[in-house]
């Protein structure tokens, strides 16, 4: 199979979406079809050679479908498309020509004549001029057999037009030719916002070649040169400092509002502020990869993971259309044919009820509230990767939570050293050093800090046949002799643990220290203990968790001892301790047995990734993680903010509040204008507005959602950019 990607140029609403899946799902050879309605653009798993097929079928609903080729790391993202030069001209148009039928219609009221002909003239310019487009699509609907609002104006315009009502036609199409101008140009402010953020980051950089500093595009810049950053410049990729020493501003990436001091060692993110000194850093990823262009390619896919309201709202609508208009051909028939209903008046409220029974409010109130909840995140500084998991954050009951790097801060220190039968201290911190420098995790990083600290002059022991023991430690062979680093378990394991090694590590891990056994395979040859300080957030997110009623537990490979330690200073009720990754897994499906309810998982490192995917709601310290617990989290926390989590599931519960509000508005609305229009009280005009304010209501309810959310002294970051224009902007669009 191969996938496609296309880019629709108008493909602007879910009307479009539905057409499209009616007229490739059942064609032969394609598999599958991901939608993308921010970025305009649609992936089609398929048989080979199919894609000409597929952007011909498409082309015959009215939109253009052009294949993409694959991205190069070099090449910059597809430009925005340009606006419709005959969408918002027909509008306008459509609108004269409605306003000036109407000045007639009033003068033929007048002594001044008979009904004048330039009436009917006039609405039908306003017709043609407004409706064209929606005749195209209403078509296709038909042939696709997927009855959409198009179909049922279409049908309402022909319809009051057979009845003589030719003002009340052109209206009916002016003003949906309004409503459509409108949520195309809300639409479109979005994917701006989107791109805004992207352009963050320069467009040029100073990068070091050959001895010498070369201004080039960031587009060329590769991984491993090194570019300098002068003061006040913005970064134009990711990077690590080699040399050089300034406070950057990096609130684009973290959210944070006070600059960080920068130095050798430390890493640099694309978008960021330089301050007032010069920098020189190692490119780690290249503009294409930067963490800035993840975000917004993140957000941008954040509308491809639908929630379940979403979801049922879409499905709903599909049967929704068909319902409607058999309902309104009943009631235009049946009082005719069996009651002596007058075949005029009730034709004119079956057509009533087409345009009341359009499901624009229903359909557009789910995706903007959820966009406006993802926004709020966004200025919260938290990275929701699409509505299905903000809507499931109201149902979290527990969330487990990883130690090293999440509850504490990541980055421990060498506190004691034991030795046993002669080893000295620092034969010791060597041998451990050598095994732990092939290792990641933050423990051997602060084992190779003490021993370079300590003994920086000795350079490095050479180590073979290096092994990483998942859940337990690292095994070497130093000057021949094999040497494992690990923990209590692995000394089981070997068979070397003894009560005194026993005794040690119960003193150390009573204090709520991590211990590491260092040994080879006879006897241990001492013990290293490590603290960790706790986050200054883990208290008072645990407290403001258990404030919404949330249970929380701690998974971690550490000791039990060292976990109940940390236990008992966050008051957390679970501990699950010495756990391989599978083991945090089966602790989750526990939880989640005992509670009934989805469970959450925060973590930060590889160990994590297993239980991230395997959790509900997978929470990651955006700043701390690593690239595959990013990639696999739903979502991520971008200044390492605990109480960032408690705040994400009230920000849920709100907008599933709102969700529930809207499709009560639109449905009771809905209602009490079909019980008007077959009573006869209501018009076409008045169906027309009464859809229209429906849909009104719904969108300034859900952009209700964008208030607040900005932490008390934090400035708008570009997240802010993306997320709040997306929102604040497709208010100032729609008047709302």
Same mark, same amino acid.
């Not at 058999?326 to 009631?331: N, T, Y």
């Not at 600290?453 to 023991?469: N, Q, T």
């Given at each position: 199979?191969t996938?496609?990607t296309?880019?629709i140029?108008r493909?602007d609403?879910?009307t479009?979406?539905?057409?499209?899946?009616?007229?490739l !799902?059942?064609?032969?050879g394609?598999?599958?079809l991901e939608? #993308?309605?921010? @970025?305009?653009?649609?992936?089609?798993?398929?048989a080979?050679?199919?894609?000409p097929? =597929?952007a011909?079928?498409i082309g015959?609903?009215g939109?253009e479908?052009?294949?993409q080729?694959p991205r190069?790391p070099e090449?910059v993202v597809?430009p925005?498309?340009q606006?419709?030069f005959?969408?918002?001209?027909a509008?306008?148009?459509t609108?004269?020509a *409605?306003?000036?039928?109407?000045?007639?219609?009033?003068?033929s009221?007048t002594?001044?004549? !008979?009904e004048?002909?330039g &009436?009917? *003239?006039?609405?039908v310019?306003? =017709?043609?001029?407004g409706?064209?487009?929606?005749?195209?699509?209403?078509?296709q609907s038909?042939?696709t057999?997927?009855l #959409?609002?198009h179909?049922l104006?279409v049908l309402a315009v022909?319809g009051?037009v057979?009845l003589g009502q030719?003002t009340?036609?052109?209206?009916? $199409?002016?003003?949906?030719?309004? @409503?459509?101008?409108?949520?195309?140009?809300?639409?479109?402010r979005?994917?701006r916002a989107?791109?805004?953020?992207m352009?963050?980051a320069p467009?040029?950089?100073?990068?070091m070649?050959?001895?010498?500093?070369?201004v080039v595009?960031?587009?060329t810049i590769?991984?491993?040169e =090194?570019?300098r950053?002068?003061?006040?410049?913005?970064? %134009?990729?990711?990077g690590?400092?080699q040399?050089?020493?300034s406070?950057? #501003?990096?609130a684009?990436?973290?959210?944070?509002?006070?600059?960080s001091v920068?130095?050798?060692g430390d890493?640099?993110?694309?978008g960021?502020i330089?301050?007032?000194?010069?920098l /020189?850093f !190692?490119?780690?990823?290249?503009a294409?990869d930067?963490?800035?262009?993840?975000i917004?390619?993140?957000?941008?896919?954040?509308?491809?993971?639908?929630?379940r309201t979403e979801?049922f709202?879409d499905?709903f609508?599909?049967y929704?259309?068909?319902?409607?208009?058999?309902?309104?051909?009943?009631? @235009?028939?049946?009082?005719p044919l069996?009651?002596?209903g007058g075949w005029?008046?009730?034709a004119?409220?079956?057509?009533?009820?087409?345009?009341?029974?359009?499901?624009?409010a229903l359909? $557009?109130s789910t995706?903007v509230?959820?966009?406006s909840?993802?926004?709020?995140?966004a200025?919260?500084?938290?990275?929701v990767?699409g509505?299905?998991?903000l809507e499931?954050g109201?149902a979290l009951r527990?969330?487990?939570?990883?130690?090293?790097g999440?509850?504490t801060e990541?980055? %421990?220190?060498v506190?004691d050293l034991r030795?046993?039968d002669g080893m000295?201290?620092g034969a010791l911190?060597?041998?451990?050093?050598a095994v732990?420098?092939r290792?990641?995790?933050?423990i051997a990083g602060?084992?190779?800090?003490?021993?370079?600290l300590?003994?920086a002059?000795e350079g490095e022991?050479a180590?073979?046949s290096f092994e990483a +023991?998942?859940?337990?430690?690292?095994?070497?062979?130093? #000057?021949g002799q094999p040497?494992y680093?690990g923990?209590?378990?692995l000394a089981?394991?070997?068979g070397?643990?003894?009560?005194?090694?026993?005794?040690h590590?119960?003193?150390l891990?009573r204090?709520?220290?991590t211990?590491?056994v &260092?040994?080879n /395979?006879?006897?241990?040859?001492g013990?290293?203990?490590i603290?960790?300080?706790?986050?200054?957030?883990?208290a !008072?997110?645990?407290a403001e968790?258990?404030g919404?009623?949330?249970?929380? @537990?701690i998974l971690?490979g550490d000791?039990?001892v060292?976990a109940r330690? =940390?236990?008992?200073?966050?008051?957390?009720?679970?501990?699950y301790?010495?756990?391989?990754?599978?083991g945090?897994i089966?602790?989750l499906?526990?939880l989640?047995?005992?509670?009934g309810? %989805?469970?959450?998982?925060?973590?930060?490192?590889?160990n994590?990734?297993?239980a991230?995917?395997?959790?509900s709601?997978?929470?990651?310290?955006?700043?701390?993680?690593?690239?595959?617990?990013l990639?696999?989290?739903?979502?991520?926390l971008?200044?390492?903010?605990?109480?960032?989590?408690p705040?994400? $599931?009230?920000?849920s519960?709100?907008? +599933?509040?709102?969700?529930?509000?809207n499709?009560?508005?639109?449905?009771?609305?809905?209602l009490?204008?079909f019980v *008007?229009?077959v009573?006869?009280?209501?018009?076409l005009w008045?169906a027309v507005f009464?859809?229209?304010?429906?849909?009104l209501?719904?969108v300034?309810?859900?952009?209700?959602l *964008?208030?607040?959310?900005m932490?008390?002294?934090r400035?708008p970051?570009?997240a802010?950019? +993306?997320?709040?224009?997306?929102?604040?902007e497709?208010?100032?669009?729609t008047?709302?």
């Amino acid at each position: 199979m191969t996938r496609s990607t296309f880019h629709i140029e108008r493909m602007d609403c879910a009307t479009e979406e539905r057409m499209i899946r009616a007229a490739l !799902e059942g064609m032969d050879g394609v598999d599958g079809l991901e939608f #993308n309605l921010i @970025a305009r653009t649609l992936t089609v798993q398929h048989a080979s050679g199919m894609a000409p097929r =597929i952007a011909g079928a498409i082309g015959r609903l009215g939109m253009e479908a052009v294949e993409q080729r694959p991205r190069s790391p070099e090449e910059v993202v597809i430009p925005m498309a340009q606006p419709s030069f005959w969408r918002s001209r027909a509008t306008v148009l459509t609108s004269i020509a *409605l306003l000036a039928a109407l000045v007639a219609e009033i003068l033929s009221w007048t002594p001044l004549g !008979e009904e004048w002909i330039g &009436v009917r *003239l006039l609405a039908v310019v306003a =017709i043609v001029a407004g409706g064209y487009q929606s005749a195209a699509k209403a078509w296709q609907s038909v042939r696709t057999l997927s009855l #959409n609002i198009h179909f049922l104006m279409v049908l309402a315009v022909l319809g009051a037009v057979a009845l003589g009502q030719w003002t009340e036609a052109g209206m009916v $199409i002016a003003l949906f030719a309004v @409503a459509e101008l409108v949520e195309w140009q809300s639409l479109n402010r979005a994917r701006r916002a989107v791109r805004s953020l992207m352009e963050v980051a320069p467009g040029i950089a100073t990068v070091m070649r050959g001895g010498r500093a070369v201004v080039v595009n960031v587009e060329t810049i590769r991984c491993g040169e =090194i570019v300098r950053i002068k003061p006040g410049e913005r970064l %134009p990729v990711d990077g690590v400092v080699q040399s050089g020493m300034s406070e950057v #501003n990096q609130a684009a990436i973290t959210g944070e509002s006070m600059p960080s001091v920068k130095g050798p060692g430390d890493e640099v993110f694309a978008g960021s502020i330089n301050g007032s000194g010069t920098l /020189d850093f !190692e490119v780690t990823h290249t503009a294409a990869d930067s963490t800035i262009n993840r975000i917004a390619e993140l957000v941008e896919q954040a509308t491809v993971n639908r929630g379940r309201t979403e979801r049922f709202v879409d499905r709903f609508a599909r049967y929704y259309t068909p319902a409607v208009f058999v309902m309104a051909l009943l009631v @235009a028939l049946l009082p005719p044919l069996f009651f002596g209903g007058g075949w005029e008046a009730w034709a004119y409220r079956g057509l009533v009820l087409l345009v009341i029974g359009c499901p624009c409010a229903l359909v $557009i109130s789910t995706p903007v509230t959820v966009v406006s909840g993802l926004a709020n995140a966004a200025r919260r500084g938290i990275l929701v990767k699409g509505g299905e998991f903000l809507e499931r954050g109201h149902a979290l009951r527990a969330i487990a939570f990883d130690k090293t790097g999440t509850l504490t801060e990541g980055r %421990p220190r060498v506190t004691d050293l034991r030795v046993f039968d002669g080893m000295e201290e620092g034969a010791l911190l060597h041998l451990a050093a050598a095994v732990e420098a092939r290792s990641e995790h933050p423990i051997a990083g602060a084992i190779v800090a003490e021993h370079e600290l300590r003994h920086a002059d000795e350079g490095e022991i050479a180590v073979e046949s290096f092994e990483a +023991l998942v859940g337990r430690g690292a095994r070497g062979t130093v #000057n021949g002799q094999p040497i494992y680093v690990g923990n209590h378990r692995l000394a089981h394991d070997l068979g070397v643990c003894s009560d005194r090694v026993e005794e040690h590590l119960f003193s150390l891990e009573r204090d709520g220290k991590t211990t590491v056994v &260092v040994m080879n /395979d006879h006897a241990v040859l001492g013990v290293i203990g490590i603290a960790d300080a706790v986050r200054a957030s883990s208290a !008072e997110a645990i407290a403001e968790l258990r404030g919404v009623g949330v249970h929380t @537990a701690i998974l971690t490979g550490d000791n039990g001892v060292t976990a109940r330690a =940390i236990a008992r200073e966050l008051a957390i009720e679970d501990i699950y301790a010495d756990l391989l990754p599978q083991g945090k897994i089966e602790a989750l499906a526990e939880l989640q047995t005992r509670h009934g309810a %989805p469970v959450g998982m925060v973590g930060e490192g590889v160990n994590d990734v297993p239980a991230l995917a395997r959790a509900s709601v997978g929470f990651v310290m955006g700043a701390a993680g690593v690239d595959v617990a990013l990639e696999t989290a739903d979502v991520a926390l971008m200044d390492d903010d605990l109480r960032k989590i408690p705040e994400f $599931i009230r920000l849920s519960h709100r907008t +599933l509040r709102v969700l529930k509000q809207n499709i009560a508005i639109a449905l009771a609305l809905k209602l009490i204008f079909f019980v *008007l229009a077959v009573a006869g009280a209501a018009t076409l005009w008045m169906a027309v507005f009464a859809d229209m304010g429906a849909s009104l209501i719904v969108v300034a309810n859900g952009l209700r959602l *964008l208030r607040g959310g900005m932490p008390q002294g934090r400035k708008p970051s570009a997240a802010d950019h +993306l997320a709040g224009m997306a929102g604040v902007e497709a208010a100032n669009a729609t008047g709302a």
